[in-house]
C-alpha cells in the first residue's frame, strides 16, 4: 500500500461513513474499517471528511478575447484548482473561426494544457455556426475523447435555434451531450439598444442589459429543439428561478434536460452592480436577486439541477479597468478555488444541501454527464485515488491574498466559511496541503471522455 487515510469520515454520493481508505499507485484499492496500516504513508484523518475530488466541469483558461487573455492560463488555473480541491477541470476547444476545422482547434487546444495543467482535465468542443453540419469532424472529436459540444444562443459565436435543433439530431446519433449558453440574442440586442439610446451603458446597467427574460426565453426555445430530436441537453450557469423551473417541467415530463449554475448565482445579487466595483462581479448573464438564489438552491436540492460548476473565466482589475461600458468590460470572474468551500459551508453547514448532495452536484454527476465516471467522481476500489481531506473545523474568512488566481481577487471576499480544504490528491499524489501548492505543472493528464447513455 503507498497510502492509508485513517480515521476519517468517507462521503459518497449515498452516504456518509467512517471508514479508512487505502490507495495503491495512482488507484483506490480499498475502503473499509479498520484497514491495515501497512502503507508507506499513513495520514491520520480523524475528524475530516474524505469527499472524491471535485470536478469544475466549466472553466476557461488563456481564453482570447479580442487582444485580451484571461488571467489565468492552464498552470495557474489548474494550481488554484488543486488548492481548491478540485482535481479534473473541463475546459473548451473552440475554433478561432467557423473555417477552422474542430479537429484543429482541439489539437492545439491540447498541445497548451499538455505541459502546463496540474489537474486532469477534459474538454468541451465548441461548434461554430455552419460546424454543426460537418459530421465528420464531430464524429473525429468524439473519437478523440471530447463527448461533449457546446454553443451560444448568443455573442458571434452564436448558432440560431433551428441550427442548434440540428446539432442536437447529429449528437443524438453520436452519443454526445450538447451543451447551451442560454441568452436570447435578439432580446439581449433590444435591450441594449435602447439603454444605448438613454445613455445608460455605464457597468452598473449590466444586469439590465441582460433581462432575466432572455435567458428564460432561450432555455424555452432550446429545450423545444431537444425534445424534437429527442436528444439530451445541457444547459451551462443557469441563472434565472423562471429557467431552473423549465428545465424541472422539462424534466417533470420525462425530457433529459440537465442544468448547471455557479456559486455566484447562487450566493450574489446584482446589487453589486451598484457599487464602484461593478465591473468586477461582470460575468454573462449576470447576477439576480434573492428570490432566484432560493430557487436555484431548491432546484439543486430536489435535483433538478445537476451541476455546479464556476465559469471560472478570470480578469485582474487592471483588465477590468478597461471597460468603459457593460458591453465592452471583459465579461467573467474566477471562481474554481472557492467553490467546494463555499458549497459545504452555505449548502451543506447552512442546511440547504446534504453532505453526499454536494459530492453529487460538484463529483459525480458531472463524471456521469461527461463520461469520465466511474474513473472520477466517486470513491471506489479502482477509481481514481483524487481524494479531498476536508477539515470542518477550520474557520476561514475568504480573501483574496490567500487564493492563487492570477487575477488576485475574489467576488467572495470576506465572506465567512466553516470548513476549508486541507489536503488534495491527484491519482494518489498529494499536490495541496495545509496552505501549500505541492505539484507541478504537466502532472495533469487529459482524460477522454467515454459516450454513455444518459
Ligand atoms: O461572462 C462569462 N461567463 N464569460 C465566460 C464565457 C461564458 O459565457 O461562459
Ligand atoms: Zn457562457
Ligand atoms: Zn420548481
Ligand atoms: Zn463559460
Redesign the pocket.
Known amino acids: 500500500m503507498d497510502l492509508l487515510l485513517k480515521g476519517g469520515w468517507v462521503v459518497t454520493q449515498e452516504r456518509v461513513e467512517q471508514a479508512d481508505i487505502a490507495v495503491e499507485g495512482e488507484k483506490i484499492a480499498a475502503i473499509g474499517p479498520d484497514l491495515e496500516a501497512r502503507a508507506a504513508a499513513v495520514r491520520d484523518v480523524t475528524g475530516k471528511y474524505i469527499l472524491p475530488g471535485a470536478i469544475d466541469v466549466?472553466v476557461?483558461y488563456q481564453?482570447p478575447i479580442g487582444e485580451l487573455l484571461t488571467a489565468d492560463d492552464w498552470f495557474t488555473g489548474t494550481r488554484l484548482a488543486a488548492c481548491g480541491g478540485v482535481t479534473t477541470v473541463i475546459d473548451y476547444a473552440e475554433p478561432a473561426g467557423p473555417a477552422e476545422p474542430l479537429t484543429e482547434a482541439l489539437a492545439k487546444r491540447l498541445e497548451e494544457a499538455r505541459e502546463q495543467a496540474c489537474v486532469d482535465y477534459g474538454l468541451h468542443q465548441v461548434v461554430l455556426p455552419g460546424q454543426e453540419e460537418d459530421t465528420g469532424e464531430l464524429a473525429k472529436v468524439i473519437e478523440q475523447g471530447v463527448t461533449s459540444f457546446k454553443v451560444?444562443t448568443t455573442?458571434n459565436q452564436r448558432l440560431g435555434y433551428a441550427a442548434i435543433g440540428r446539432l442536437l439530431k447529429q449528437a443524438r446519433r453520436l452519443g454526445a451531450l450538447v451543451t447551451v449558453?442560454c441568452e436570447d440574442h435578439d432580446l439581449v440586442t433590444a435591450r441594449r439598444r435602447e439603454l444605448e439610446a438613454t445613455g445608460q451603458t455605464d457597468p452598473a446597467y449590466h444586469a439590465n442589459s441582460r433581462p432575466a427574460a432572455a435567458e428564460v426565453k432561450a432555455i424555452e426555445e432550446v429545450i423545444l429543439q431537444a425534445a424534437a430530436a429527442g436528444a439530451p441537453v445541457y444547459i451551462?450557469?443557469v441563472s434565472t428561478g423562471g429557467g431552473a423551473e423549465l428545465i424541472a417541467a422539462a424534466r417533470a415530463r420525462g425530457q433529459q434536460v440537465f442544468g448547471e449554475t455557479c456559486p455566484h448565482y447562487l450566493l450574489l445579487t446584482e446589487e453589486r452592480y451598484a457599487g464602484p466595483d461593478s465591473r468586477l462581479f461582470?460575468?454573462?448573464?449576470p447576477l439576480r436577486t434573492v428570490e432566484d438564489n432560493r430557487i436555484l438552491w431548491q432546484h439543486l436540492a430536489s435535483g433538478d439541477l445537476q451541476v455546479v460548476a464556476t465559469?471560472h473565466?478570470s480578469y485582474s482589475p487592471e483588465q477590468k479597468a478597461a471597460g468603459t461600458a457593460f458591453y465592452n468590460t471583459p465579461?467573467?470572474?474566477p471562481g474554481t478555488e472557492t467553490l467546494l468551500p463555499l458549497l459545504y459551508s452555505y449548502g451543506v453547514r447552512q442546511g440547504r444541501l446534504t453532505l453526499p448532495q454536494i459530492v453529487r452536484v460538484l463529483a459525480t454527476n458531472p463524471a456521469r454527464l461527461f463520461g469520465l465516471y466511474p474513473r472520477k467522481g466517486c470513491l471506489a476500489p479502482g477509481s481514481d485515488a483524487d481524494l479531498v481531506v476536508f477539515d470542518p473545523s477550520q474557520e476561514v474568512i475568504l480573501k483574496a491574498s490567500d487564493l492563487h488566481s492570477a487575477a488576485a481577487y475574489t467576488i467572495f471576499e470576506g465572506f465567512a466559511l466553516q470548513g476549508y480544504v486541507e489536503a488534495t490528491y491527484l491519482r494518489g499524489r498529494l499536490i495541496y496541503d495545509l496552505g501549500r501548492f505541492l505539484g507541478r505543472a504537466g502532472q495533469g493528464e487529459f482524460i477522454p471522455g467515454k459516450i454513455t447513455v444518459l
Open positions: 466549466h476557461h481564453m451560444f455573442y449558453h451551462v450557469h461582470l460575468m454573462c448573464p465559469d473565466c465579461s467573467g470572474v
